[in-house]
């Protein structure tokens, strides 16, 4: 009896808050479908703001990879241009040079990261120094789109974004500062600045925070310059070797101008042959 007595009045307490459902939904119900709106908004600004810096980082290593390649992929257009179809040269040419520089916008665009920001300044210069120094492919003479042009303008605008790597709001690791000051070192002597080149491999001598393996190239290439400054100024200098893109993935230095040796060899060939 007690236990029919409970059923009964739960089930008439449950029927009085059913009944008084409709006038607490017109009092709060706006309310709490606002709260839930909220929500709803807050939740999806989330998940977007995470889904657009996973595609940002996804776009910025896919970036940072083709950059990589297709420097690669100059290097091999410039051993082929002596052989191959002058035409397919430019071509190749002008296919590898567009998707680097498209890579280095998504980079500049789509990342805040300073390091980021040196590497992108890095692929440029690299681009313009490949550039700069690449051979025209034969009978560029007589069909000028095969020429590159404005090579002097190109060595310029490398210069202008070593220069920017070494920026101190770039917060640049030691393989950028090497890559960086390597680069102007690279120019400098291609121009005949001997005071600059010699200058840049100072500075990373006396940079105390880069490893032994970079101050390394830089005395072996220092201890170089006179003998260099020497012979350029008694024979009439060739067409410069161009550089080898510095390894932004490597803990080995890299090194522009002809690969650097190691210190047991010293009778490699200066950057800028005589």
């Given at each position: 009896?007690?236990?029919?007595?409970?059923?009964?009045?739960?089930?008439?307490?449950?029927?009085?808050?059913?009944?008084?459902?409709?006038?607490?939904?017109?009092?709060?119900?706006?309310k709490?479908?606002?709260?839930?709106?909220?929500?709803?908004?807050?939740?999806?600004?989330?998940r977007?703001?995470n889904?657009?810096?996973?595609?940002?980082s996804?776009?910025?290593?896919?970036?940072?990879?083709?950059?990589?390649?297709?420097?690669?992929?100059?290097?091999?257009?410039?051993?082929?241009?002596?052989?191959?179809d002058?035409?397919?040269?430019?071509?190749?040419?002008?296919?590898?040079?567009?998707?680097?520089?498209?890579?280095?916008n998504?980079?500049?665009?789509?990342s805040?990261?300073?390091?980021?920001?040196?590497?992108?300044?890095?692929?440029q210069?690299?681009?313009d120094?490949?550039?700069?120094?690449?051979?025209?492919?034969?009978g560029?003479?007589?069909?000028?789109?095969?020429?590159?042009?404005n090579?002097?303008?190109?060595?310029n605008?490398?210069?202008?974004?070593?220069?920017?790597?070494?920026?101190?709001?770039?917060?640049?690791?030691?393989?950028?500062?090497?890559?960086?000051?390597?680069g102007?070192?690279?120019?400098?002597?291609?121009?005949?600045?001997?005071?600059?080149?010699?200058?840049q491999?100072?500075?990373i001598?006396?940079?105390?925070?880069?490893?032994?393996?970079?101050?390394?190239?830089a005395?072996?290439?220092?201890?170089?310059?006179?003998?260099?400054?020497?012979?350029?100024?008694?024979v009439?200098?060739?067409?410069?070797?161009?550089?080898?893109?510095?390894?932004?993935?490597?803990?080995q230095?890299?090194?522009?101008?002809?690969?650097a040796?190691?210190?047991?060899?010293?009778?490699?060939?200066p950057?800028t042959?005589?």
């Amino acid at each position: 009896m007690k236990s029919e007595r409970r059923h009964e009045l739960k089930t008439n307490a449950l029927a009085r808050r059913l009944e008084g459902f409709p006038d607490y939904w017109r009092e709060y119900g706006n309310k709490v479908m606002l709260v839930i709106i909220v929500f709803l908004i807050a939740y999806l600004a989330v998940r977007y703001y995470n889904d657009k810096k996973t595609r940002q980082s996804q776009d910025v290593a896919n970036s940072l990879e083709t950059i990589q390649t297709q420097l690669g992929t100059l290097d091999q257009i410039e051993q082929m241009s002596s052989r191959a179809d002058p035409t397919t040269v430019a071509e190749l040419r002008q296919k590898s040079t567009s998707a680097v520089n498209d890579a280095i916008n998504t980079l500049l665009s789509n990342s805040k990261d300073p390091k980021v920001l040196a590497r992108a300044n890095l692929a440029q210069g690299n681009l313009d120094w490949h550039l700069a120094n690449m051979p025209d492919p034969p009978g560029a003479t007589t069909r000028p789109e095969l020429k590159i042009n404005n090579r002097d303008a190109l060595l310029n605008e490398a210069k202008s974004s070593f220069a920017k790597v070494l920026e101190p709001q770039y917060n640049q690791s030691g393989l950028d500062i090497f890559s960086g000051r390597v680069g102007l070192a690279a120019i400098a002597e291609n121009q005949g600045n001997w005071e600059e080149a010699r200058m840049q491999y100072q500075a990373i001598l006396d940079n105390p925070d880069l490893p032994p393996s970079f101050k390394d190239v830089a005395r072996e290439r220092l201890t170089r310059l006179t003998d260099i400054q020497k012979a350029a100024l008694l024979v009439p200098p060739p067409e410069a070797p161009r550089a080898l893109p510095p390894a932004t993935q490597s803990t080995q230095p890299a090194v522009l101008g002809p690969e650097a040796p190691p210190a047991t060899e010293p009778t490699a060939k200066p950057t800028t042959a005589p």
